[in-house]
């Protein structure tokens, strides 16, 4: 059998203890694990943060006869009346196991109109031989008649345990360094780190894609600095102010650097006539930058001028 390429899914976790999250939601999930059952779950929370990966980690763990459909391929009416309710209805080959799972990813774009009303039925008419676990990005699109009947699980990392889940997963992200044979800068790794948690998947992809050069060191971050200045540009060319924010809130916070390369490249980005007026800009902001309360605000209110006032290329 050839060997699994993509690291995200060659090192997905296959055991609870094996996943990387809160000890309490460990906990949690042991305890059903424990007791040989399982309810409805809703998982909800941001992408990459292991909704799916813990879906089929229940499912190893328990032993039984699971699906996987996903919601934005296969959404609509026909697969629940044909697929779902014909896997739902058959007795599980497994004799050891008492009902199958079916896991829904990405059930937030489920037809709320047909396919959403008609799995309220769906799970009670087959909850003696089938479990339902739905994973979704928004849980507010998930209709309320549907989502109570489900035990809902926020994924979304409390402030108290970020700590300790990026330690854990930058113990994972080594070990998987070290099975591929690639060499790192642990400084290096800290920052890919820093820039994409808690998006565990979108850290992985990444890892190996900068795994191609042979090494992960100094010139990585190189690489990602001007990736990120190019986007950028691209945010503040269309006055996209959204993104631009969501840019600033990902960014780690060095305003003094974004200053910098934003003064360094102001040739290659500007027109002419308002390379000016960024330089006076960055020496306003840079100044109120020694005495400001929160820099994310003072950035972003930087960058919401510059986009107002200077032209981009």
Known sequence: MKEMFVWAEKYRPATIDECVLPEFMKDTFKEFLKQGEIPHFLFTGPPGVGKTTVAKALCNELEVDWMMINGSDDGGIDVLRTRIKQFASTSSLNIESPFKVIIIDEADYLNVNSTQPAFRGVIEEFTA??????????????????????????????????????????????????????????????????????????????????????????????????????????????????????????????????????????????????????????GDYQYKAAFVADQEINLASFLTEAMMNCEFK
């Open 129 to 282: 031989n089938c479990r339902f676990i739905f994973t979704c990005n928004f849980e507010h699109r998930i209709l309320d008649a549907l989502r109570s009947r489900f035990t809902v699980v926020d994924f979304k990392l409390p402030k108290a345990d970020r700590k300790q889940v990026a330690l854990d997963l930058f113990d994972r992200l080594k070990f998987i360094l070290g099975e591929e044979g690639i060499d790192y800068d642990l400084k290096v790794l800290q920052e890919l780190l820093a820039k994409h948690f808690p998006d565990m998947r979108k850290l992985l992809n990444e890892l190996q894609r900068y795994s191609a050069h042979g090494a992960i060191d100094s010139g990585i971050l190189a690489q990602i600095a001007d990736a990120n200045i190019k986007n950028l540009i691209g945010h503040l060319k269309k006055k996209n102010f959204t993104e631009v924010r969501k840019w600033v809130a990902q960014s780690d916070g060095d305003s003094t650097r974004i200053f910098r390369e934003l003064y360094d490249t102001a040739y290659e980005h500007l027109e002419a006539p308002s390379i000016p007026q960024l330089v006076v800009l960055i």
